[in-house]
């Protein structure tokens, strides 16, 4: 596909995918109207960027379906001035995608050929507010913390109080949280209240889980 062959297909998945799902966030549709997803995939998925799927990255991530993402990010309500933490990056599409709408950005990622993929890609296009750092997932990066918002890219069985703990007594988190078991997650938003959490459910998805995230099974004798 040639470069005006992606920006009509970019139109039309803001068209076509994201603005009928309820994604009415003017800040968030203009991000996703100029970050070229097509850069952040491999030569052989390119024609597949734009499809409203996720797609499967290596080390068993995946970039997530365009509409599941533009509506976790509209949830955040992401301010210019936030800071923001990205968990489970994959491929940094995500990221770049934030770092138009908050002041700075920290993404990590485990899988070490997509922290260099990312990064590599978040220059070329000129996103100079965002870093993708290796770190394992359930610790968060609390050396660039707190954090006004953080999104986890997947579906969760649990999120880690490592993480909430990330938080500004306002932020909030955002994440697929599925029940184990369960093929249907439920995009939720966690936020404070007194000295605990509480999970708000937003809106139903089917995305894959991070492992880092699954519940332990325990076992009775």
């Known amino acids: 596909m040639q470069n005006s062959s992606f920006a009509t297909a970019r139109k039309t998945m803001v068209d076509c995918q994201l ?21 952040f995939v491999g030569k052989q998925q390119r024609a597949l960027a734009y499809v409203d799927e996720d797609l499967p990255l290596s080390g068993g991530r995946c970039l997530m379906e365009p509409m599941v993402l533009a509506r976790l990010l509209q949830a955040l309500e992401i301010r210019p001035d936030d800071n923001l933490l990205i968990v489970g990056a994959g491929c940094g599409y995500g990221t770049a995608i934030a770092a138009k709408l908050a002041g700075s950005v920290i ?7 997509l922290v260099e993929k990312a990064q590599d890609v978040l220059v070329s296009i000129g996103i100079d507010n965002a870093a993708i750092v290796k770190s394992r997932l359930v610790d968060g990066y609390p050396d660039e913390g707190p954090y006004d918002r953080i999104l986890i890219e997947g579906g969760v069985e649990v999120v880690p109080d490592s ?20 093929p249907v997650g439920v995009a939720s938003l966690w ?7 509480t999970r708000t459910p937003l809106f139903d998805a089917r995305v894959p889980n991070l492992d880092e995230f699954n519940a332990k099974v325990e076992f009775s004798f």
């Open 163 to 182: 993480l909430l703990k990330q938080l500004t007594p306002k932020g909030r988190l955002a994440a697929i949280y599925r029940k184990p078991g369960h």
């Open 191 to 197: 936020m404070r209240s007194g000295k605990d959490f």
């Open 107 to 113: 993404a990590i990622e485990t899988r070490a050929n």
């Open 19 to 39: 603005r009928p799902s309820k994604v009415t966030d003017q800040f968030v549709l203009d991000a996703f109207s100029t970050i070229p997803r097509e850069e």
